[in-house]
């Protein structure tokens, strides 16, 4: 059964700073990894797809990268600003033979930028 | 228009009544899904939909019962429901999987359920 962990649990920086959210998951068996946002009692929104085939995707200020052999998916975020705000969750969808139409979430990282 | 439309946003029932939640897209994604999100947790899957055919349920209890009417629209119908079915419910599409296609996933704002 698919695993996916998010770490850190929540995060506070200052405007400005450059930040790192993490995403370990247990299968390496997957078809894509999804990063989405969520503001407090929203839906969520799509930042970023990356296939499994791939290694990094980029929209804007934000920058995914996916190593599938490790577990592991990185969202970064460059210059920070107080509307980046929200939670972010990584979702991992499996194999188009092993259930390709699930989606794992991870638990979450509550991102707060300060002024 | 990459736009999920969910109503109504707010509902509050009694554990007798019957509602719907709907769910409409128009991107002419095949593959429609009903997620359950509890305050500070991630999505739950309950119900995928591939082609207007129900492909997966995850178990949910009875007195949840999906509905694909077409292409575009998504029903949840709600009976008898229970205080800890009070949460977040989302719909989100996606285009069917495979032929180059990313899967990738679109999500309605949400129903907010609360029952008394």
């Known amino acids: 059964k698919q695993e996916v962990t998010q770490i850190p649990a929540a995060l506070s920086v200052p405007e400005g700073e450059n930040l790192v959210l993490n995403c370990s998951f247990t299968d390496s068996a997957i078809y894509n990894l999804q990063w989405f946002r969520q503001d407090p009692g929203k839906g969520l929104t799509s930042l970023l797809l990356?296939?499994?085939?791939?290694r990094e995707q980029t929209s804007g200020r934000l920058n995914a990268s996916l190593d599938k052999s490790s577990g592991r998916s990185t969202l970064y975020i460059a210059a920070s600003q107080p509307g980046d705000s929200a939670t972010y969750l990584c979702a991992v969808r499996g194999k188009l033979t092993g259930g390709g139409n699930k989606l794992t979430f991870g638990t979450g990282t509550q991102l707060k930028v300060e002024l | 228009d990459t736009e999920v439309t969910q109503t109504p946003k707010h509902l509050v029932m009694g554990m007798t009544n019957k509602k719907s939640l709907k769910c409409e897209q128009h991107m002419g994604h095949r593959a429609m899904y009903w997620y359950k999100q509890k305050a500070k947790k991630p999505p739950e899957l309950m119900f995928v939909?591939?082609?207007?055919?129900?492909?997966i349920n995850e178990s949910v209890p009875s007195r949840f019962s999906p509905e694909c009417p077409n292409s575009s629209l998504l029903n949840l119908h709600l009976h008898a429901l229970q205080p800890e079915d009070s949460a977040l419910y989302l719909c989100?599409?996606?285009?069917?999987?495979?032929?180059?296609?990313?899967?990738?996933?679109?999500f309605g704002e949400g129903s907010r359920l609360t029952v008394l």
């Open positions: 989100a599409s996606s285009p069917y999987l495979g032929r180059g296609n990313t899967g990738e996933l679109f």
């Open positions: 990356i296939q499994s085939s791939q």
């Open positions: 939909y591939s082609y207007e055919k129900l492909s």
